[in-house]
């Protein structure tokens, strides 16, 4: 008899002016795992956070009360920038990321784990215009 593969937790952490493609297109396809991922939203406070289109996702789960998260996927947008002095976002994945086994981003989100120092001694890459944004 198999042990079934223990469930997952993918957090999804929003912050205003998120790129709708950058969350949603990871998420269609981690959503298609099946039950043993279960994917969880989060921001700084729960409630709607407004992405760059307009379109709000409603995040489950502030900082402070946020699950154990196995996964972490941090999208961009040009609403990366003013996170890069968010010292609670910042400090939330500092937090995290070490317990995760992944923390990921798409695009610009880089920039993110960059300036939240995840990604020293780490190659990474993002689009090319945010190459010195986290500098």
Do not use: W
Request: hydrophobic share 45%.
């Amino acid at each position: 008899m198999t042990t079934p593969a223990p469930t997952r937790t993918l957090g999804a952490v929003l912050y205003e002016d998120f790129e709708l493609l950058d969350l949603y297109g990871p998420l269609e396809m981690f959503g298609s795992v099946g039950p043993s991922l279960r994917i969880v939203t989060v921001a700084n406070a729960p409630g709607p956070v407004r992405s760059f289109q307009g379109p709000k996702t409603v995040a489950e789960h502030g900082f402070a009360d946020c699950p154990k998260l196995d996964l972490i996927l941090v999208p961009g947008g040009l609403g990366t920038f003013p996170q890069l002095a968010n010292e609670p976002f910042l400090s939330f994945l500092r937090e995290r990321a070490p317990a995760a086994l992944v923390t990921m981003s798409v695009c610009s989100g880089s920039a993110i784990l960059a300036k939240a120092g995840l990604l020293d001694g780490r190659r990474a890459t993002s689009n090319k215009q945010f190459f010195s944004a986290a500098s």
